[in-house]
């Protein structure tokens, strides 16, 4: 139903963004029941474009967009103006007074984010800056530990202008099955619970924690479980599912077809074809050669724009609705298919390279299996050169 730009690009991304707002949706029914679903649309909406996306999820009834840092923040609130828009990754030296000036909700964790914050409200006349405090329940990669809690929360005076709105966490063995990991996690998340109800803060509503593996697994209800025990509401922050890729979970979980719509079809389009004779190489230090007179496809895309090196002569690419293997190796900026057995391959054939073709489909977790690598490291590794079309 699309004609990118003309000329065609040599590369390009097309983003659904009704299937985002679908996905929205689903998920919303999927999480337990008056839970807030926070928009994750860190990296430039997982590589779907912020642009495109951030609006798209505020039309589908996303009140929250969450992203890593200040600076992306900053741009998600100049195409999001009137949604909340929390930075999960804290406050890097420096980033207060943007915080501030930009109506964001930043996650702290150090007793120098809140120093850092305090100051910036401050200096802005600001009385009242709403903050998520992260807790490190088990990750060890940011949150307070409940250790350090004690002094951090005694840093929230009533002068402060700082108000706890969040309790947050991140659990990092959602997709696995058992729930040990996250059980543990939501022993530790209790305790710190019980830690900040202790100091009392006025304006606490928010348990924050759970990703898409734990709004499509079990976390996601107790979380919502362990925040009505405190008379919490619910907070869950769905990235990957948004846009349309579930989880894997290992091993699979039991559980009825969920429904997500891939966002991203990811494209190019034959610059050339020629017949090449039984014997030649293709390719960087010929590790293809041709076992007959053959037929190849030069397509105008390679590792700079984030398809992955390691997919040469191991993985093939939809033209004309069938699989053409790739032959030898990914250049920079020149994949070769063989496409001997596919009739009729013309310049300018289109070809897909994650998404569907005819009745062949190329999800992202195959793209991503072929590669050795995940979904999100798929999605997020599409180069800035590949031009996000809306469709
Ligand atoms: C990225 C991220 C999410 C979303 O994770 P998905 O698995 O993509 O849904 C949620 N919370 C935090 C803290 C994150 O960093």
Known sequence: ?????????????????????????????????????????KADAYGHSLELCAPAAVRAGAKWLAVTSVPEAVLARRVAPEVRIL?????????????????????????RHVEELESA????????????????????RQGASLDELPELLGRFTANSPLRIEAVMTHFYASDEPDGVRSAAQLEKLAEALRM?????PEHLKYLSAG??????????RLVAKLAGEFGLRAMVRVGLALYGVAPRFMPPLEREAVVLKPVLSWKSRVAGVREIPAGAEVGYNGTFTATEPMRVALLPMGYADGFDRRLGNRFALLVRGQRAPIAGRVSMDHVVLDVTEIPGVAVG???VILGSQGGETISAYELADAAGTIPWVVFTGIAARVERVSV
């Open 196 to 200: 900040v109800a202790a100091a009392r």
């Open 349 to 351: 054939d289109e070809v």
């Open 121 to 140: 409200a401050r200096a802005a006349g600001l009385g009242s800056l709403a903050v998520h405090l992260e807790i490190d329940t088990g990750m060890s």
């Open 87 to 111: 930075a999960i990754g804290g406050v890097l030296p420096g980033y207060a007074d943007a915080v501030v000036e930009h109506g964001l909700t930043p996650s702290v964790w150090t007793l």
């Open 211 to 220: 990703a898409s593996a734990a709004v499509l697994g079990q976390d996601g």
């Open 1 to 41: 139903m699309t004609t990118p730009l003309r000329p065609a690009p040599a590369c390009w991304a097309e983003i659904d963004t009704c299937a985002l707002e679908d996905n929205y949706g689903t998920l919303r029914g999927l999480a337990p029941e008056g839970a807030e679903c926070v928009a994750v649309v």
